[in-house]
């Protein structure tokens, strides 16, 4: 599958509760061939970043860092995978894990607004 997401903006549709990430955060993505990046913020993160690659066209594996409300500094690694949904729109299911805390796993799901 090949995917674009350079300048998409990606919307939590649901996650663990043991993750930060909300309704309320928004992902914006840019991306250059294999590589992509990310700034998100909203809800209870002040301000996050992600950076990682596209493997083998299937997924994207990537590590984060954000900076939440309660001014913790906080990271993880995450595989993510999209779908194409109605009206083209990228769905992406993720699979992550925190570096930090309690090293506890959860899973989430975005979608391109």
Not at 65 to 82: A, F, R, V, W
Not at 83 to 111: A, P
Request: glycine share 8%; proline share 1%.
């Amino acid at each position: 599958m090949k995917i674009n997401l350079d300048n998409k903006i990606f919307q939590a549709k649901s996650n663990s509760e043991n993750g930060e990430v909300s309704s309320d955060t928004r992902f914006h993505y840019h991306q250059d061939g294999a590589i992509i990046w990310a700034e998100y913020q909203g809800g209870s993160i002040l301000k996050g970043s992600l950076i990682g690659k596209i493997v083998n066209d299937e997924y994207l594996e990537f590590v984060y860092q954000h900076i939440n409300d309660q001014d913790e500094m906080l990271t993880g690694k995450c595989k993510s995978y999209p779908e194409i949904i109605e009206n083209e729109k990228i769905l992406l299911k993720e699979s992550w894990q925190w570096t930090c805390r309690d090293f506890s796993h959860g899973e989430s799901v975005l979608i391109e607004q």
